[in-house]
């Protein structure tokens, strides 16, 4: 073909690209078919097609799952793993799914507690009582809502107790500790087989992401029969896990807001000291605090306590419920 047409031809296809209608009216000059067109497509670039129309509808349904962290520095990671999340679901690829929404609720966790002061608030809450039990008088603490009794299958408070006091609690207690501060706090009518199931299936979400993350493999011979009966009900599991990843995104959005609420309510640790020791109460000065501050009596000073000596005071609700030696 001469040059000059070749030169011609250049010009009319990016026409044709750029201009819609010059491609519509060409089309009915040379009367071809807009079908034909169609059907000349490769497989391989209606492949590309399909998935460049998928791919823009999952960037826009991520970001309206995420609008209410649409401000938060972890946004676009979120909208990211939330559509390999979907990707993978489509593949059938339950374990890389696991991974990718688990990724999703980690996320949100690591700022919960990264929080300043939200550690230190719930690190002195454990003995709040959650109920009284009816038929045994015995109160339900909030340290056995999250860890559980000792008991004869082990020292599961004990333990977790620990973990909480050297700040290493492992992913179980964390999600238990923000289920229920975000979901069943100071409610009255506290559910306890409610609040487990929510936290078990999260707790799932988690041993199904450890069998495909980083080459770790489930060892635990109870996580691996549970893993194995999820996988086996993949396809109700896909809709399980998604309902729980909606619900505690809906519980978690507002994470600042019941993060600062939850260190407001909590009981306060101040430095202190001793004043005054009369018969019948004594007088503290708390520093940072310029008048003096009466100490009921009903609350005994440390044996041997004297004035000018430093001490602690736990405070709630501008009341002394604590003291200790410093």
Known sequence: MDEKLKSVLHKVIQLTRQYPEFNTE?????????????????????????EYCIEKILDEQAKNFYQAFSSE????????????????????????????????????????????????????????????????????????AIF???????????????????KKLTTRDRIRIIVYYFKHSGKSNFDSSTYSSFCDVLYNIYLCRNTNHRGVDVKETNATKKVNEIQKSSSYSY????WALTEFMSMTQNYEVVCRTIINIAPRMFNA????????????????????TELPCRLQLPPGSKNGDMIKILKRNNEIVEVSIE
């Not at 300043?116 to 709040?128: S, V």
């Not at 559980?148 to 006091?165: I, V």
């Not at 000291?273 to 003096?292: H, T």
């Open 26 to 50: 060409l089309r009915k000059e040379l009367e071809i078919d807009p079908s034909v067109a169609l059907a000349s497509l490769s497989e391989n670039k209606m492949s590309e097609i399909y």
């Open 73 to 144: 520095p972890f946004f676009s990671q979120l909208v990211f793993d939330y559509k390999r999340m979907e990707r993978f679901r489509r593949k059938n690829d339950f374990s890389d799914y696991s991974l990718a929404l688990f990724q999703q609720i980690e996320c949100v966790i690591n700022m919960i507690f990264a929080v300043d002061g939200f550690t230190d608030a719930i690190n002195l809450m454990w003995e709040d009582v959650v109920y009284i039990n009816n038929k045994t008088k015995e109160p339900y603490k909030v340290k056995n």
């Open 148 to 166: 559980g009794r000792d008991n004869e299958q082990g020292n599961f408070l004990s333990d977790g107790m620990n973990r909480a006091k050297n």
């Open 239 to 242: 809709f399980l896990f998604n």
């Open 273 to 292: 000291i001793i004043k005054y020791i009369l018969p019948s109460a004594c007088y503290i000065r708390i520093e940072g605090e310029v008048d003096n």
